[in-house]
Nanobody, 123 residues
């Protein structure tokens, strides 16, 4: 699976951004999808995930109520709507795919990764 993340940028605190992850090379419906992020000097962390069919989602506590993940299997694209952004959301955001996995929140369980897109939230 090839993943291409886009939509990052600079936004003021309280603002919104929508990230997209376009996929190719595999049928998206076979993959659990997730977004991870990595801030400078910190480890990569799970942000949100969505199951193969889209029927289940998982959110990190830090983003619950502010971020929403969705997927359009027909368009082979996964989205991350981010609202009420905070400076601590600043990071490089990566989309990841887990083909036939167990819908994990662990980065080691994801087989394919996009290149990352920078999100910077100013205070």
């Amino acid at each position: 699976v090839q993943l291409q993340a886009s939509g990052g940028g600079l936004v003021q605190a309280g603002g919104s951004l929508t990230l997209s992850c376009a996929t190719s090379g595999r049928t998206l419906s076979r993959c659990h999808m997730a977004w991870f992020r990595q801030a400078p000097g910190k480890e990569r962390e799970f942000v949100v995930g969505i199951s193969q069919s889209g029927g289940r989602t998982k959110y990190a506590d830090s983003v619950k109520g502010r971020f929403t993940i969705s997927r359009d299997n027909a368009k082979s694209t996964v989205y991350l709507q981010m609202n009420s952004l905070k400076p601590e959301d600043t990071a490089v955001y990566y989309c990841a795919a887990d083909e036939y996995g167990f819908f994990s929140t662990q980065s080691n369980d994801y087989d394919y990764w996009g290149q990352g897109t920078q999100v910077t939230v100013s205070s």
